[in-house]
């Protein structure tokens, strides 16, 4: 069974294989905002057992008019507060944000291929 990802409108493909090979790039790295919606709220809260105000009290911060996940410090890196180093992987992976779900195909990355590809060593050529 493929594990060969293409959505309309890119020119690159992702080979899901990849994840377990990269230390979660997409997870760690530089600063910047994973958005969540109510219901991801909900859904995250839920999945940790957390009322939504524990939820939002301890793992969130507002972005505008927008919530967006906190980050924790590394070395020189930042990383999702629900990255898990020892297993490589999302604490909440089941109900993991929308915006997590839909990486590598943002429209960001649509003509930025070569960045995407030193990021995620998932993206291959169409």
């Known amino acids: 069974m493929s594990n060969i990802i293409k959505k309309d ?10 994840c377990s090979t990269c230390q979660a790039r997409c ?13 991801e709220i ?12 524990e939820f939002t009290q301890n793992y969130l911060f507002k972005n505008g008019y927008k919530y967006s996940i906190r980050e924790r410090k ?9 990255y898990n ?8 992976y089941e109900a993991r944000p929308m915006q997590c779900r839909t990486f ?3 429209d960001y990355f649509k003509n930025r291929v070569d960045e995407l590809k030193l990021e995620c ?3 291959i050529d169409a």
Do not use: M, Q
């Open 74 to 82: 590394f070395g020189d890196s930042y990383e999702c507060a629900f």
């Open 85 to 92: 180093r020892e297993t490589n992987g999302c604490a909440v």
């Open 104 to 106: 590598p195909f943002w």
């Open 9 to 18: 409108g890119y020119s690159y493909s992702f080979d899901a294989n990849a």
């Open 42 to 53: 909900e859904d995250i809260s839920k999945l940790l057992g957390l009322s939504i105000e």
């Open 121 to 123: 060593p998932g993206v």
């Open 27 to 39: 997870c760690t790295g530089e600063s910047g905002y994973i958005h969540v919606n109510s219901r």
